[in-house]
């Protein structure tokens, strides 16, 4: 299925319009008309309404160029005792889409911590200046304590609705934004660069599909369908979830079935280029792709299990399953099996011996499977060798 048009990929989208030189007078103009401007203005929030404020449902915590949840509970209680000792804290930015209405740009981590605080959920630990308040929770704090941090303040800046003319200008400052804040401190992942950045209807599809299943049972993400403890903690403590390594997953798998052909220069460029030019698709390419990789995943799943994306390695002297899934594996399993969705009846009534074969499937072709070696020439190896190894399930 050829669902991306090489000429486009292809065309030189980095080349700016020549233009011309403008003087200093246009520059000027350009300027006092407000081209590029943001309006803003400045608000601050007790730290004891914070929780009140984000379940109030005038704030988003989550618009599509927000990273998931990342602060670890140490981070979160280090957040805590700064505002015991007043350490300044930098202000949270947020968009007014409409009156009254909030998208949370820049902040998400600190309003979470703080409202886990309040909430109680939140026990202090790996606290430096103040140990002796490890293991406290707020209700437990000494009153002083408390009165102290209920004083504190939460400063903000609020981009106002009318800095943009439209909905898609506004989409744009805020992800031009929300690049420029997060240039420093917890560097973004590249799948979360790409969620503020390439936003559109391929990359909604990728973070809805994250959420699928089967893929989730093989990647050890918490799913409700598979795991009878799930719950949004542990979700959120799930390191590939906030990573939004699970989307990237989806995103490899749609630019993987045309990467031996298309990719020039790295992976991670080639991805980029995908997901933007991948956004223009129309809504009936984006339905097909979807029904392919939920069809795939349950595919693999019901034929290799769990471990679909392990790899049998050689090591400490003896054979066994490096035990997590790699995308050494993954890149080339999901691709053959999409090509092989017909067979799919005979793969599942297969499945022990599919199992029982990539064992040694991996220790014939061990080297071919190594995480270092990712040129195209080793993609296209690896793809070859899964092609043969699912022929050899189906001859069986």
Not at 190 to 216: H, K, T, W
Request: proline letters at 5%; glycine letters at 4%.
């Amino acid at each position: 299925m050829n669902l991306f048009p090489h000429e486009a990929l292809n065309a030189d989208t980095s080349a700016e319009p020549s233009g011309l030189q403008l003087s200093d007078e246009h520059i000027n103009e350009k300027y006092a008309r407000g081209d590029i401007r943001i309006v803003t203005e400045q608000a601050r929030y007790p730290l004891n309404t914070v929780p009140a404020m984000v379940s109030s449902g005038d704030y988003n915590l989550n618009p599509e160029f927000q990273r998931r949840q990342r602060w670890s509970p140490e981070k979160q209680a280090r957040l805590v005792e700064s505002f015991i000792m007043n350490v300044p804290i930098p202000p949270i930015f947020l968009y007014e889409d409409r009156y009254s209405h909030y998208e949370v740009m820049d902040g998400l981590q600190r309003l979470t911590a703080i409202s886990e605080f309040y909430e109680d959920h939140l026990m202090l630990q790996g606290l430096e200046e103040w140990p002796e308040l490890n293991g406290r929770r707020y209700s437990q704090l000494p009153e002083q304590i408390k009165r102290g941090v209920d004083r504190r303040y939460l400063s903000s800046i609020i981009l106002l609705q009318e800095t943009a003319r439209d909905a898609a200008e506004a989409q744009q400052l805020k992800q031009l934004v929300f690049e420029r804040i997060n240039s420093g401190g917890v560097q973004l992942e590249p799948q979360e660069a790409r969620n503020a950045l390439y936003d559109g209807p391929l990359n909604q599809l990728c973070i809805s599909l994250a959420r699928d299943r089967d893929l989730c049972a093989m990647w050890a993400i918490p799913h409700p369908e598979v795991d009878s403890d799930f719950s949004d903690r542990a979700l959120l403590a799930n390191e590939r979830y906030r990573r939004m390594e699970d989307v990237e997953l989806v995103l490899r798998f749609f630019a993987h079935r045309q990467r031996a052909s298309l990719q020039r220069g790295p992976l991670r460029q080639y991805l980029d280029t995908y997901l933007k030019m991948g956004n223009l698709f129309p809504a009936e390419t984006l339905a097909e792709l979807q029904g392919l990789f939920e069809a795939t995943t349950e595919l693999v799943f019901e034929t290799l299990g769990e471990k679909a994306f392990w790899l049998w390695r050689y090591r400490y002297g003896s054979w066994g399953w490096l035990r997590r899934p790699t995308t050494v594996a993954y890149d080339a399993i999901m691709r053959v099996f999409s090509l092989h969705l017909d067979d799919g009846k005979e793969l599942r009534a297969k499945a022990r011996v599919a199992q029982q074969g990539i064992t040694s499937f991996y220790e014939r072709h061990a080297e071919d499977f190594e995480a270092r070696y990712t040129n195209l020439t080793n993609v296209r190896r690896r793809d070859v060798l899964m092609e043969e190894f699912v022929q050899d399930v189906l001859a069986a």
